[in-house]
């Protein structure tokens, strides 16, 4: 009976989709989008799409998410959004980072890169036009694989703060107090395998189009850059997704070495209580703004 209702709930929560959807203007875009896409698949293998097509989304988006964050260091009016005033960027820290970065992205990332295109085989995930989902279906399965993630990411982050395994691994990304942009793949090569698997988890379950690979891939990274940012902007529009844990819950795990092991969402630390110590940090913070008013 329960899951007949659970499904009658979904159909009707995907009639409601379908119909806003009809409504909506039809995206100017599209048509350049769906020219550009059949020119790829025209013109190159899957294998070159799904490897060297999948590196190249990546490491563009990867340092175009960062840019914003890099170039505040250079804004006196940003200085006031940084979370850790007393904790500036340097040259010499941002340096170290990119280098680790190349690493850790040709050197771990790359190879399991590489096996997208057997993945994709050996489960007949399409890559035409024509079978590629809507916006909304898309949007969905990217939200299912941030929960997934999140999950993951919550409990074996948590492992590795153990005090047994802690300065083996998870040390390595605690270098730096005070998080930017660019760190946020900054992690020893085991951690990237380790942590990692929860991003393929969600895509193993829920890829019905090799779409869903770059979706996924750009959602996450606008996510782990922002966390990672060290700045809490006022209008930023993540902020505004419900339970989304933002920079200001992160930077506290990277100042304190404790709590908020969550990547994405607020509910795995609020039902274990590791957000405690943040609630009452942020409780200190408003008493102190209040008199300073």
Same mark, same amino acid.
């Given at each position: ?16 989709? %379908? ?72 040259? %010499? ?151 989304y844990a933002g920079s200001r819950h992160h930077d506290f ?35 102190? %703004?209040?008199?300073?008013?």
């Amino acid at each position: 009976m329960a899951t007949n209702e659970s499904i009658g709930i979904f159909s009707s929560a995907s009639l409601a989709v %379908e119909y806003v959807d009809s409504l909506l203007p039809e995206n100017p875009l599209q048509e350049t989008f769906k020219n550009a896409w059949n020119y790829m698949l025209n013109n190159y293998t899957k294998f070159q799409i799904a490897t060297w097509g999948s590196l190249i989304v990546h490491e563009v988006l990867y340092f175009l998410f960062c840019l914003p964050g890099f170039l505040f260091q250079f804004i006196p009016y940003m200085k006031k959004y940084k979370i850790q005033k007393d904790k500036p960027e340097t040259w %010499e820290n941002q340096w170290k980072c990119f280098k680790v970065l190349l690493f850790n992205h040709f050197c771990i990332q790359l190879p399991l890169i590489c096996g997208t295109y057997y993945f994709t085989e050996y489960f007949n995930i399409p890559y035409d036009w024509e079978r590629m989902p809507r916006w909304y279906l898309l949007l969905a399965r990217c939200f299912g694989c941030a929960v997934i993630e999140d999950t993951w990411h919550y409990f074996l982050h948590r492992l590795l703060h153990h005090k047994r395994i802690y300065k083996y691994i998870h040390k390595v990304l605690h270098e730096f107090q005070a998080p930017f942009g660019m760190e946020a793949e900054y992690a020893h090569p085991l951690e990237t395998l380790i942590l990692g698997t929860g991003f393929f988890i969600g895509i193993m379950l829920l890829c019905d189009h090799v779409i869903l690979l770059w979706a996924w891939v750009t959602i996450r990274l606008i996510e782990t850059i922002d966390v990672h940012s060290g700045y809490d902007i006022p209008l930023n529009p993540l902020n505004l997704i419900p339970f989304y844990a933002g920079s200001r819950h992160h930077d506290f795990h990277h100042m304190n070495f404790i709590g908020n092991y969550a990547s994405t969402f607020t509910w795995w630390d609020r039902i274990f209580g590791t957000d405690s110590q943040f609630i009452a940090y942020i409780e200190k913070m408003k008493k102190i %703004e209040k008199k300073t008013e």
